[in-house]
């Protein structure tokens, strides 16, 4: 009998089929991973990973052994060639595999520099996965020259890491300030002076010309005329959604695998979850990059295919840790035109409070775990706080949930 076929061995790949067991599915589950380890972790590649912190093992969801104990076949380092549609069968690795029910977590791939100005050059690195990192530790030795493309949080956090490491670090950012797609210019001021007390030099207005040097990149031309010397290059300018296989099975791709408010595709038989999928939110379709999207959006695909028929309701959070600052974010601020500034208790703290008239969006906090768990709850809970009572610092927060 066919069963779930899961493609893509990331986070949402393998929440949705340990959700499945967990429900009590007892049918045949297949998950399907390009990669030869089990499915893991990916914040802590650029982090703690990189720095040496943490084992390989630790960064497993799962030990391997859970999958074959649950009745999970999982296939690692298998590519898959094509999704048959009409026969409903997955072709992987020289093999046939029927599904009931396929899902899509495919995930996303990093944008990379183009050949044509130096992309193709050895010494050139993308943050995605666990080869991009263990290809380029290496190069993290104090004294080395690091040129960064792109001041959003991937390139923020490799900056981090480099700086920590002793490196030399330039960072450029085309945009008029770094973050400044996902983030208010509070939240750009305060990483921008975070890191420059650091040492890194950053360069924002500026884009990258060109790469220079003979077969290894040496240095880089800017925007402005600049010519600068580098070791090596970190290029972090965003991730598109990996939809390949699902557009050449005929698939509907709007901003991603395009989905319902439940996880379905425009084939019944068909689901997608994770970064590579978008969905219908307040009249709009979004795509979410994050862990807690995957982890959600698939375990409630998990839930329909069993039969729940729920909507899916995001509830947005995401972190980033860079130097000793954690950055913890709730909701999305999307459509903001007010920016409420509240100090923290301690150094280095502080919260930014997005409002979209008297609606609270988002919080931006900033090793203020307290502003941020209270403004998650606030904005789950479809609640806003008098904007002036965020910026009384004599506001005890806690209140504002029973208010």
Avoid at 304 to 326: R, T
Wanted: proline share 5%; glycine share 10%; with cysteine.
């Amino acid at each position: 009998m066919p069963g779930i076929v899961v493609i893509g061995a990331g986070q949402a790949g393998a929440s949705l089929v340990t959700k499945l067991r967990a429900l009590g599915y007892e049918g045949k589950i297949a998950l399907i991973g390009e990669e030869h380890v089990p499915p893991y972790q990916r914040p802590p590649l650029s982090k703690k990973y990189l720095l040496g912190e943490m084992d390989l093992e630790r960064l497993f969801l799962r030990p391997e052994s859970f999958y074959g104990e649950n009745g999970i076949d999982l296939h690692l380092d298998t590519r898959v060639d094509a999704i048959d549609r009409k026969d409903k069968v997955v072709i992987a690795g020289g093999k046939s595999i029927p599904y009931e029910h396929l899902v899509l977590t495919t995930g996303s791939v990093p944008r990379r520099l183009p050949g044509s100005i130096g992309g193709e050059l050895r010494g050139v690195y993308v943050v995605r996965d666990l080869n991009d990192v263990d290809t380029m530790a290496p190069e993290f030795t104090e004294g080395k020259r690091v040129l960064i493309v792109g001041g959003g949080y991937i390139g923020l956090e490799a900056a981090a890491v480099a700086a920590s490491r002793g490196l030399k670090v330039t960072l450029v950012e085309m945009a008029d300030r770094i973050l400044q797609r996902v983030a208010c210019k509070e939240t750009s001021d305060y990483f921008r002076k975070l890191h420059k007390s650091h040492g890194v030099d950053i360069r924002e207005g500026i884009g990258l010309d060109t790469l220079t040097g003979d077969g290894h990149v040496t240095g880089a031309r800017l925007s402005d005329g600049t010519e600068i010397e580098t070791d090596f290059v970190i290029v972090g300018v965003g991730i598109t959604p990996a939809t390949a296989l699902a557009e050449a099975a005929g698939l509907e791709v709007e901003n991603g695998i395009k989905t319902d408010d439940h996880g379905r595709t425009s084939d019944p038989a068909i689901w997608a979850a994770g970064d590579c999928a978008s969905f219908p939110h307040d009249g709009a379709r979004i795509r979410q990059e994050s862990v807690p999207n995957a982890i959600d959006m698939a375990e409630l695909v998990a839930e329909n295919i069993m039969g729940a028929d729920k909507p899916y309701v995001p509830q947005p959070w995401f972190w980033s840790d860079q130097y000793d600052v954690k950055l913890q974010i709730a909701g999305l601020n999307t459509g903001y035109d007010r920016v409420i500034t509240r100090p923290g208790e301690h150094e280095n703290a502080a919260s930014f409070w997005y409002y979209k008239g008297d609606n609270l969006l988002a919080v931006d906090a900033m090793n203020d775990a307290r502003a941020y768990m209270v403004g998650k709850r606030l904005i789950d809970a479809g609640k806003s706080p008098d904007p002036d009572a965020i910026e009384n610092v004599d506001t005890d927060l806690k209140a504002l949930l029973k208010a």
